[in-house]
């Protein structure tokens, strides 16, 4: 079993940043694709980012190209979304997630991974 608990979430004004972080503890081994997903009030889950094991291979929704960025510490069994500019759209509930897609078209799939965290909350004010 693997456990994921994410945190960095908060209250920030429009044009501001954050910073999640996601922790994966338990058996660990293995070399999965981490990602982020999101889900806004009265909507379905969506995606947001993914990154190989190695970080050579980021992808983006095309709604956060170019103002989030997904990165690893594979050291630390921890994954980061660095979010700038933000914008009350993004207003959600951040999950991470842990699994291994079989290909680039199925990054995006919640049933390409296994594993979720709990969700923590980012509220983006106007």
């Known amino acids: 079993q693997v456990q994921l608990v994410e945190s960095g979430g908060g209250l920030v004004q429009a044009g501001g940043s954050l910073r999640l972080s996601c922790a994966a503890s338990?058996?660990?081994?293995?070399?999965?694709?981490m990602a982020w997903f999101r889900q806004a009030p009265g909507k379905d889950r969506e995606y947001v980012a993914s990154?190989?094991?190695?970080?050579?291979?980021?992808d983006y929704a095309d709604s956060v190209e170019g103002r989030f960025t997904i990165s690893r510490d594979n050291a630390k069994n921890t994954v980061y979304l660095h979010m700038n500019n933000l914008k009350p759209e993004d207003t959600a509930v951040y999950y991470c997630?842990?699994?291994?897609?079989?290909?680039?078209?199925?990054?995006?799939?919640?049933?390409?991974?296994?594993?979720w965290g709990q969700g923590t909350q980012v509220t983006v004010s106007s």
């Open positions: 338990g058996r660990t081994f293995s070399s999965p694709v």
């Open positions: 997630a842990r699994g291994f897609p079989t290909s680039a078209y199925t990054r995006g799939r919640e049933s390409s991974y296994s594993y």
């Open positions: 990154i190989s094991w190695s970080s050579r291979n980021t």
